[in-house]
Nanobody, 122 residues
């Protein structure tokens, strides 16, 4: 079964930190391009950060210098370290896998997790 499961969300004060995790199963994780997206209430889903299979990273301007995306292929897990959090970072954060090959051999263009809520209080 192809699955992405996020964890690590919660309520923190502005200026605090959180680390999100995304555990993948059923896919060839090391070959997948991974990303974190977020969706705030009343807004469209937006890309937060991405990481290629080779480890190349990219970030939204709004999080550069505060967030760090990483992956551990041995654990089939991706992370998002979020520091100096702001109230405007409040959103549901989603894990995404792009151009996925499942361990069954089937291909998927996109796989999404169920999301984890991050709330930053001022």
């Amino acid at each position: 079964q192809v699955q992405l499961v996020e964890s690590g969300g919660g309520l923190v004060q502005a200026g605090g930190s959180l680390r999100l995790s995304c555990a993948a199963s059923g896919i060839i994780f090391s070959r997948s391009t991974m990303a974190w997206y977020r969706q705030a209430p009343g807004k469209e889903r937006e890309l937060v950060a991405g990481i290629s299979s080779g480890g190349t990273t990219n970030y939204a301007d709004s999080v550069k210098g505060r967030f760090t995306i990483s992956r551990d292929n041995a654990k089939n897990t991706m992370y998002l370290q979020m520091n100096t959090l702001k109230p405007e970072d409040t959103a549901v954060y989603y894990c995404n896998a792009n151009n996925v090959v499942a361990t069954s051999g089937r291909g998927y263009l996109q796989v999404w997790g169920q999301g984890t809520l991050v709330t930053i209080s001022s």
